[in-house]
């Protein structure tokens, strides 16, 4: 066993000996890496807020005021029996007002100027899960707005729409700053190891005479690399973290925002974890990039 | 063609850097257990020849047989294992100055992945076998230029190789120095070792009084096996 501890020990010496070098890519990393997490922060967020509002998804179907109850009964049934409606809700001209009345407090008196009560009567529709897509919604609301006693349908379709398409953007941005960042990092972790290199070459050159594989003289800048890379990104994510709770607390402070602070999340455990893994990932990257041509010096 | 009681064997190996050969034609037999020194003025070949022994360079032309292996021949991947087998001696010792002169030594048993025990042993064996057992704690720096080569010599021969090759191990020494040197060389070969000593110093030659291959632009000119 004293070769893994020779090679770990290595590693350790190599990090220590070119301690300023080491911090210096540890902190880019980072910063790199929480570049990259923002992004995919924000858009986690996002995509979970979509999904949220496309799963919250109502359609009403406003009454003409004209119509009559066999008309509201028929409506009732062929709603009912529809496969898109997940459940359905009747909402009277009356029922309308008094939630209106709980909603807007201080602004029930221009109701009463008008005289008669303004507000429509409507079904509020939950669609089956299967029907939820924006198409699907759009077809039945034009087949059912054809319907004798349907004024008007209306559902958030559109800003759920707009809210997808950023959110589609977002995810394209963030695989193409990933991307980059992801390879600045490399770039950044492998320049440190080149240079750790660089200093050993000497001792590389005594291992390699000595019969040492190119795997026993690779091995500790990999777990360097691992190193670096890993340290960087869970800096990275202590500083988003970090940032995260700020926004959330600023926020929540903000009145027009209250209750915003509640739907945002952080990464789960798994996503950090997974985080900190391609920060690995990527510093062992670096490392292999840099020792390429270790060991293949025979011409 | 093999010559089966030869270990190292050369069949017109050429090889040169640039144009310039280095090495033209030279075909030579070291049998198992020989003593041959290597002699050459700087530039004749005798570095190039031991590269390509340890499989460090690949011949232009020719066979290089070590212990039956043709070592032109082998993979990248089967180059350490060839390497493992022939202990290599430097004239500037080449010990890591940050390891102790124990851990110098210990070096070719771990890249083998030999045990603690094992690794022990061994190093303290070849340490006595130099006369620098009691230096093993020391680094490199602290010690002279003898204790040094000594050491070198150690680390060479701390895991049994069958060939050991040392390229002008004596010249940064004193002429005592040297001949303590090539005493050992001799105990070592007396061990069964096969030793082949590059150097262009001709009094080496005399301490040792063995056989000698010289070489002048790249050709043997004297005493092929």
Same mark, same amino acid.
């Given at each position: 066993?004293?070769?893994?501890?020779?090679?770990?020990?290595?590693?350790?010496?190599?990090?220590?000996?070119?301690?300023?070098?080491?911090?210096?890519?540890?902190?880019?990393?980072?910063?790199?890496?929480?570049?990259?997490?923002?992004?995919?922060?924000?858009?986690?967020?996002?995509?979970?807020?979509?999904?949220?509002?496309?799963?919250?998804?109502?359609?009403?179907?406003?009454?003409?005021?004209?119509?009559?109850?066999?008309?509201?009964?028929?409506?009732?049934?062929?709603?009912?029996?529809?496969?898109?409606?997940?459940?359905?809700?009747?909402?009277?001209?009356?029922?309308?007002?008094?939630?209106?009345?709980?909603?807007?407090?201080?602004?029930?008196?221009?109701?009463?100027?008008?005289?008669?009560?303004?507000?429509?009567?409507?079904?509020?529709?939950?669609?089956?899960?299967?029907?939820?897509?924006?198409?699907?919604?759009?077809?039945?609301?034009?087949?059912?707005?054809?319907?004798?006693?349907?004024?008007?349908?209306?559902?958030?379709?559109?800003?759920?729409?707009?809210?997808?398409?950023?959110?589609?953007?977002?995810?394209?941005?963030?695989?193409?700053?990933?991307?980059?960042?992801?390879?600045?990092?490399?770039?950044?972790?492998?320049?440190?190891?080149?240079?750790?290199?660089?200093?050993?070459?000497?001792?590389?050159?005594?291992?390699?005479?000595?019969?040492?594989?190119?795997?026993?003289?690779?091995?500790?800048?990999?777990?360097?690399?691992?190193?670096?890379?890993?340290?960087?990104?869970?800096?990275?994510?202590?500083?988003?973290?970090?940032?995260?709770?700020?926004?959330?607390?600023?926020?929540?402070?903000?009145?027009?925002?209250?209750?915003?602070?509640?739907?945002?999340?952080?990464?789960?455990?798994?996503?950090?974890?997974?985080?900190?893994?391609?920060?690995?990932?990527?510093?062992?990257?670096?490392?292999?990039?840099?020792?390429?041509?270790?060991?293949?010096?025979?011409? | 063609?093999?010559?089966?009681?030869?270990?190292?064997?050369?069949?017109?190996?050429?090889?040169?850097?640039?144009?310039?050969? @280095? #090495?033209?034609? *030279?075909?030579?037999?070291?049998? &198992?257990?020989? %003593?041959?020194?290597?002699?050459? $003025?700087?530039?004749?070949?005798?570095?190039?020849?031991?590269?390509?022994?340890?499989?460090?360079?690949?011949?232009?032309?020719?066979?290089?047989?070590?212990?039956?292996?043709?070592?032109?021949?082998?993979?990248?991947?089967?180059?350490?294992?060839?390497?493992?087998?022939?202990?290599?001696?430097?004239?500037?010792?080449?010990?890591?100055?940050?390891?102790?002169?124990?851990?110098?030594?210990?070096?070719?048993?771990?890249?083998?992945?030999?045990?603690?025990?094992?690794?022990?042993?061994?190093?303290?064996? @070849? #340490?006595?076998? *130099?006369?620098?057992?009691?230096? &093993?704690?020391? %680094?490199?720096?602290?010690?002279? $230029?003898?204790?040094?080569?000594?050491?070198?010599?150690?680390?060479?021969?701390?895991?049994?190789?069958?060939?050991?090759?040392?390229?002008?191990?004596?010249?940064?020494?004193?002429?005592?120095?040297?001949?303590?040197?090539?005493?050992?060389?001799?105990?070592?070969?007396?061990?069964?070792?096969?030793?082949?000593?590059?150097?262009?110093?001709?009094?080496?030659?005399?301490?040792?009084?063995?056989?000698?291959?010289?070489?002048?632009?790249?050709?043997?000119?004297?005493?092929?096996?």
């Amino acid at each position: 066993m004293r070769w893994l501890w020779y090679l770990v020990r290595e590693a350790y010496a190599n990090l220590r000996t070119n301690r300023l070098t080491t911090v210096v890519a540890i902190l880019t990393t980072a910063f790199t890496l929480a570049c990259v997490g923002i992004f995919l922060l924000s858009y986690v967020n996002l995509r979970n807020a979509a999904n949220w509002l496309q799963e919250d998804i109502k359609i009403i179907v406003y009454l003409d005021d004209a119509v009559s109850q066999e008309e509201v009964q028929t409506l009732r049934e062929r709603l009912r029996t529809d496969r898109l409606v997940a459940a359905l809700r009747y909402i009277s001209k009356e029922e309308a007002l008094g939630e209106f009345r709980v909603q807007f407090p201080t602004d029930f008196h221009l109701l009463e100027g008008l005289g008669e009560n303004p507000l429509p009567a409507s079904f509020v529709v939950t669609p089956a899960p299967d029907f939820r897509s924006p198409e699907a919604v759009a077809r039945w609301a034009e087949r059912i707005g054809g319907m004798a006693g349907v004024a008007k349908i209306d559902y958030n379709q559109e800003w759920i729409d707009a809210l997808a398409e950023v959110v589609r953007y977002l995810e394209l941005t963030a695989i193409a700053v990933g991307s980059i960042l992801s390879a600045a990092a490399v770039t950044i972790i492998g320049n440190t190891i080149r240079l750790a290199l660089f200093a050993r070459r000497e001792e590389v050159e005594i291992l390699r005479l000595v019969g040492a594989t190119g795997a026993f003289i690779r091995i500790p800048y990999l777990l360097e690399g691992a190193v670096l890379g890993g340290a960087g990104s869970a800096l990275a994510l202590g500083m988003l973290k970090a940032g995260f709770e700020v926004f959330r607390h600023q926020i929540g402070l903000v009145g027009r925002f209250h209750g915003f602070e509640e739907l945002v999340s952080f990464f789960p455990l798994s996503v950090s974890a997974a985080f900190v893994a391609v920060g690995m990932g990527l510093g062992i990257v670096g490392s292999m990039i840099s020792l390429l041509r270790v060991g293949e010096r025979r011409r | 063609m093999f010559v089966p009681e030869a270990i190292i064997q050369l069949i017109h190996v050429s090889k040169s850097y640039d144009r310039r050969a @280095a #090495l033209s034609d *030279v075909t030579l037999d070291i049998a &198992k257990g020989e %003593f041959v020194l290597l002699m050459g $003025a700087s530039g004749a070949g005798k570095s190039t020849l031991l590269r390509l022994l340890i499989g460090e360079e690949r011949p232009d032309q020719g066979q290089i047989f070590v212990q039956g292996k043709n070592v032109g021949r082998l993979k990248q991947a089967e180059v350490p294992y060839l390497r493992r087998k022939i202990g290599t001696v430097f004239q500037d010792f080449r010990l890591l100055p940050n390891k102790t002169v124990f851990e110098n030594v210990s070096l070719p048993l771990i890249v083998q992945r030999a045990s603690m025990a094992d690794i022990r042993r061994k190093v303290i064996e @070849a #340490l006595r076998a *130099v006369g620098v057992e009691h230096k &093993k704690d020391q %680094f490199p720096n602290s010690l002279s $230029a003898g204790e040094r080569q000594r050491v070198c010599i150690a680390r060479a021969i701390v895991n049994g190789p069958v060939v050991l090759l040392a390229d002008e191990p004596t010249g940064n020494l004193d002429p005592e120095r040297t001949a303590e040197i090539i005493e050992l060389f001799k105990l070592i070969n007396a061990r069964g070792t096969t030793v082949v000593v590059a150097t262009h110093d001709p009094h080496v030659m005399t301490l040792a009084n063995r056989r000698a291959l010289t070489l002048a632009q790249g050709t043997v000119v004297q005493g092929p096996g």
